[in-house]
């Protein structure tokens, strides 16, 4: 049962990431990325949190609890990634600029596959590991099935709209596989890490991350929102892909992205709701 759980990890990691980013690419226009990216200051604000002031603050965080390297490698490895997918999402549970935060989720996911190979190792000193090849990766299992979707919405826009929601529901019931898979086979160990700084580390570094966006993203405060979830809430598909290929050997880096996900579910879903803005309220 273990070796099966084990050996179905790497696949199911694949269809999950290369399905969310299909959907994504579904679910948007070029026109409409670059439409919500108009405002210079919000772009250029948004570009220098997501890639040197939330990794830094990982390291920071890390350091300053003392987490094991594997735990560390993980905080700094997420805080590197790209928005999250739910991002979008929580900025429209709460009446945010959704397009502002849909066009910072593909932006970043765009810059990602770039800087995480090149800049990886300077966030994370002695990590060790073929660039050539974490790049290709990148861009086989998330770049091409993201053109392919804009392909497709560009030149067939009704076969988009019904394949977007089929291929959404794919990445939905993969992530909830991969979840089980791994709760299944190192529950003692997550149990364990409630137990450690990584808990705390993995809090602060969410609520941080929240802070920093939306204080970026005054004065509007749809557009604090926007930018608040999309600097908190991370990419862990393109996360779990690199530590499955980076870090395959240790655990806890997988189990730290793990618990970043959890959180961000547990702070940002109620959150969504309490900050949500009432109807002509800007």
């Not at 549970?93 to 990886?120: F, K």
């Not at 137990?195 to 405060?221: C, D, K, S, W």
């Amino acid at each position: 049962m273990i070796e099966f759980l084990s050996n179905s990890l790497t696949p199911v990691i694949l269809i999950y990431v290369v399905s969310a980013m299909l959907a994504l690419g579904l679910s948007q226009t070029v026109n409409q990325i670059f439409d919500s990216l108009r405002n210079v200051r919000i772009t250029l604000s948004a570009v220098v949190a997501s890639y040197i002031i939330l990794p830094l603050i990982a390291v920071s965080i890390a350091t300053l609890f003392g987490l094991d390297p594997a735990l560390r490698f993980g905080l700094v490895l997420m805080s590197m990634a790209a928005g999250a997918e739910i991002g979008p999402l929580l900025t429209a549970n709460s009446n945010g600029n959704v397009r502002l935060a849909g066009g910072l989720l593909v932006i970043s996911i765009a810059i990602t596959i770039v800087y995480l190979p090149v800049m990886l190792g300077v966030f994370l000193p002695g990590v060790h590991f073929p660039l050539g090849h974490l790049l290709i990766k990148l861009c086989v299992t998330v770049v091409a099935p993201l053109i392919l979707g804009f392909f497709i919405r560009s030149r067939f826009e009704k076969i988009a709209n019904t394949a977007e929601k089929y291929i959404y529901a794919i990445s939905r019931i993969f992530v909830i596989v991969l979840t089980v898979i791994v709760v299944l086979l190192y529950y003692r160990r997550i149990i364990d890490l409630f137990g450690t700084y990584a808990v705390l580390a993995g809090f602060l570094y969410v609520v941080g991350g929240f802070g920093i966006g939306y204080l970026l993203g005054l004065p509007e405060r749809g557009t604090s929102l926007a930018m608040g979830y999309m600097h908190s809430a991370r990419n862990a598909s393109v996360a779990i892909m690199v530590a499955n290929d980076v870090f395959h050997d240790q655990v806890d880096v997988m189990l730290m992205i793990a618990l970043l996900v959890i959180f961000m579910l547990i702070i940002l879903v109620p959150l969504s709701v309490i900050l949500k803005v009432k109807p002509g309220a800007e």
